[in-house]
Nanobody, 127 residues
Framework: QVQLVESGGGSVQAGGSLTLSCAAS????????MGWFRQAPGKEREGVAM???????SSADSVKGRFTISQDSAKNTLYLQMNSLKPEDTASYYC?????????????????????WGRGTQVTVSS
């Protein structure tokens, strides 16, 4: 049974940083496509960053230069380093994983591509 558990969310002031973690069980992150999504109240879930098995990264334009996705194979953990946070980054952040590969950036816009999801961790950025 696959389980993804996020941690690291919290409340920060604008300009601050947070690092989210996603620990996996029953699944090996480095073999398939994995990513981070977020959802703010009243809005649709949107892709933040995606990492494929070859280490190729795709990021949403809104977070480029500020957020970095990475993974630690030894710990089977996915990370999202978030710097220069803005109030508009406030959302619940979800870890997602697939049993397929991803090579198209458009996959980041398709949450249905991802089979497994964590329960989310809340990030709140105050101005």
């Amino acid at each position: 049974q696959v389980q993804l558990v996020e941690s690291g969310g919290g409340s920060v002031q604008a300009g601050g940083s947070l690092t989210l973690s996603c620990a996996a069980s029953g699944y090996t992150f480095s073999r398939y496509c994995m990513g981070w999504f977020r959802q703010a109240p009243g809005k649709e879930r949107e892709g933040v960053a995606m990492l494929n098995d070859a280490g190729v990264i795709s990021s949403a334009d809104s977070v480029k230069g500020r957020f970095t996705i990475s993974q630690d194979s030894a710990k089977n953990t996915l990370y999202l380093q978030m710097n220069s946070l803005k109030p508009e980054d406030t959302a619940s952040y979800y870890c997602a994983a697939s049993r397929s590969q991803c090579w198209r950036r458009s996959t980041l816009s398709n949450p249905k591509f991802f089979t497994y999801w964590g329960r989310g961790t809340q990030v709140t950025v105050s101005s």
